[in-house]
């Protein structure tokens, strides 16, 4: 029996996604399991996987198209002569789509089907054609069998983005950026933040990480160190490790922190799950990896969504000290700025530190001040006394 393959639902609250490309044409036996196309949430690019077999039949939607969630994309049949009436199949399934139908006289071969136009792009070069409003049939691909890469678009980009008379260019919004701009919109609007700066001493942990960094194949980074101890500050305050729902505070029973990482397409935040119980070289391994597929769009959706906290750090880029926006449903956020050498008095002497200014930025309905001061606390004195990030 012929069945609808729909959209699905890969991250939360999603209406939509973009079919990038098709893995398998239509006569191909699809096995269990078996990749069918790929397909672009607002987060990452992911797979469109076969939960049964059969033999692929019509294709409902093209590549590039955006398909809105639980909406048909393809017919899979169960037999290679099975007859089926497409329109009518959906009808059947209840879902109010048109779709082209197989003749009823024909086998379900791709020599008997109206051809789905494929063009053989990767998912980056997919992206960036799409955001510069560049149609893919006029570049020529430099990959594997003519396969479009995204090097092959830059070039197309930079014509692109030539001024025209009017002195400026509009770029379209990818799908990322819209949820980006939709979900600081609705944080800053129904969020009460309040914020809370300790400027951290950390000469002892750069010296830490230098002799660790000596022994290790793997360096391991301040943020590193930051993370660790932010997951050991809130297993000692498990008041702070909550989120504010409509109904209730919710208590989270392990520390899932959430690391923000600037892509192309805009920022995403790919968690490290039970990080309390991680040490400073398991997180700095795990961060890694994390980062590295979420700028190449690989991350699954449970590798992103959720988290009970954040850490967001732009040090790396000279910045002494901000203020973030916290990610909701969570009800805090941990901003981090540059090391520095700085002066402090020390009684009646001035002498030289590194301080590094970290803003803790916090929703009042969830989290009192007093509470966010403690965690502040415990969160210094393990940057400050670096040893105890090691036990």
């Given amino acids: 029996m012929a069945i609808i393959i729909n959209m699905p639902e890969v991250a939360a609250n999603a209406t939509y996604a973009v079919l990038l490309e098709w893995h398998k044409k239509p006569g191909e036996i699809i096995a269990a399991g078996d990749c069918l196309a790929d397909i672009e949430t607002d987060k990452a690019s ?26 048909p994309v393809c017919v899979l049949l169960s037999r290679a002569d099975e007859e089926v009436d497409v329109p009518r199949l959906i009808a059947g399934a209840g879902v109010p789509v048109e779709a082209p139908a197989l003749h009823d006289d024909a086998p379900p071969r791709e020599d008997s089907l109206e051809p789905v136009n494929r063009i053989f792009a990767s998912p980056a070069a997919r992206k960036l054609a799409r955001e510069g409003e560049i149609p893919l049939s006029s570049i020529k691909g430099s990959g594997p069998n003519g396969r479009i890469v995204k090097r ?3 070039p197309y980009m930079a014509e692109a983005a030539i001024e025209p008379e009017n002195g400026f260019v509009d770029l379209p919004h990818s799908p990322m950026r819209r ?7 609705e944080s800053k609007s129904t969020i009460p933040h309040f914020y809370l700066e300790v400027d951290c001493r950390v000469d002892k942990l750069l010296a830490l990480r230098r002799k660790i960094n000596k022994l290790v ?5 301040v943020n590193d160190f930051v993370v660790r101890a932010a997951a050991l500050a809130l297993k000692q305050t498990p008041a702070m490790n909550v989120a504010w729902m409509d109904d ?22 790919p968690i490290v799950r039970g990080a309390e119980g991680k040490s400073v070289a398991g ?7 994390l980062a590295l597929r979420a700028r190449a769009s690989q991350l699954r959706p449970d590798e ?31 901003a981090v700025g540059a090391a520095k050498p700085m002066p402090v008095a020390k009684g009646r002497k001035v002498k030289v530190a590194t301080i590094m200014r970290c803003t803790l930025s916090v929703d009042h309905r969830a989290i009192d001040g007093a509470l966010a001061a403690g965690w502040l606390q415990a969160f210094s004195r393990l940057i400050e006394s670096p040893l105890l990030l090691l036990v």
Avoid at 52 to 71: I, N, W, Y
Avoid at 179 to 185: D, F, P, S
Avoid at 283 to 289: F, G, H, M, P, V
């Fill in 248 to 269: 209730a505070m919710r208590q989270y029973r392990q520390v899932d922190i959430a690391i923000a990482v600037a892509t192309e397409s805009g920022l995403i935040t």
């Fill in 283 to 289: 997180i700095s391994a795990e961060i890694a990896d």
């Fill in 152 to 154: 092959d678009v830059e």
């Fill in 304 to 334: 992103y969504q959720g988290g009970s906290f954040t850490v967001t750090n732009l040090g790396m880029y000279g910045v002494l000290g901000f203020a973030a926006i916290i990610n909701p449903p969570q009800a805090a956020i941990l």
């Fill in 217 to 221: 194949p793997r360096k391991v980074s």
């Fill in 46 to 71: 992911v797979e469109l996987i076969a939960d049964d077999s059969g033999v692929l039949g019509v294709l409902l939607a093209d590549p590039g198209q955006t398909v809105a969630t639980g909406a």
């Fill in 179 to 185: 949820t980006i701009a939709r979900r600081l919109v």
